[in-house]
């Protein structure tokens, strides 16, 4: 299986921070990544798709970039609504598996 | 606008056989490149792929539970079902059912509410 590992696991900041978290998969698997936003008791929200591309609807300070092994999600200027767990996911191989998942929090 | 929703019970006991069903509506599973997959979350914990059948019956699961699983679709019905035997504990989980993007690479872009299985005897 690949191994998705995100950095870092938790991570403090206010609001109109920039702020990224990487996400590196045990190989490589070209641009199939997808990052998602989640919520308590919400289901996740699928923010950015093939490495780069923004999902409709989802706001533009929202990006993402890499490929190959090594992919970043940036948010440019945090929101008061950012504050929640995100995972990556890669879609190249099966099984598909997710990363363990980065906690923002409100410093 | 797509929407899905999973049912089945909420509690199950160990050994039992779990069936999940995914109604769902917005898009039709006959459509070349669809597919809906099963995605599972521990309290607490990070999310888990589990299954995922495609618009020409195609099936894949994850090898760790492979033998306890089966996906199957009915698209009169727009569902999917999930099957899980030989529930433990350690299966209690929020399960969610996905839309997969019909395009290469595989994300889901529209989820299920999910619904919180315990197995508890």
């Known amino acids: 299986d690949i191994q998705m590992t995100q950095s870092p696991s938790s991570v403090s900041a206010s609001v109109g921070d920039r702020v990224t978290i990487t996400c590196r998969s045990s190989q490589g698997i070209s641009n199939w990544l997808a990052w998602y936003q989640q919520k308590p008791g919400k289901a996740p929200k699928l923010l950015i798709y093939?490495?780069?591309s923004l999902q409709s609807g989802v706001p533009s300070r929202f990006s993402g970039s890499g490929s190959g092994t090594d992919f970043s999600l940036t948010i440019s200027s945090l929101q008061p609504e950012d504050f929640a767990t995100y995972y990556c996911?890669?879609?190249?191989?099966?099984?598909?598996?997710f990363g363990q998942g980065t906690k923002l929090e409100i410093k | 606008q797509i929407t899905l929703k999973e049912s089945g019970p909420t509690l199950v006991k160990p050994t039992q056989t779990l069936t999940l069903t995914c109604t769902f509506s917005g898009f039709s599973l006959s459509t070349r490149g669809v597919g809906v997959g099963w995605i599972r979350q521990p309290p607490g914990k990070a999310l888990e792929w589990l299954a995922l059948?495609?618009?020409?019956?195609?099936?894949r699961y994850s090898p760790s539970l492979r033998s306890r699983l089966t996906i199957t679709m009915d698209t009169s019905k727009n569902q999917v079902v999930l099957t899980m035997t030989d529930m433990a504990p350690v299966d209690t989980a929020t399960y969610y059912c996905a839309h997969r993007i019909p395009a290469p690479g595989t994300s889901f872009d529209s989820w299920g509410q999910g619904t919180l299985v315990t197995v508890s005897s």
């Open positions: 093939a490495a780069s």
């Open positions: 059948i495609y618009w020409d019956h195609d099936r």
């Open positions: 996911q890669q879609g190249n191989l099966f099984p598909y598996t």
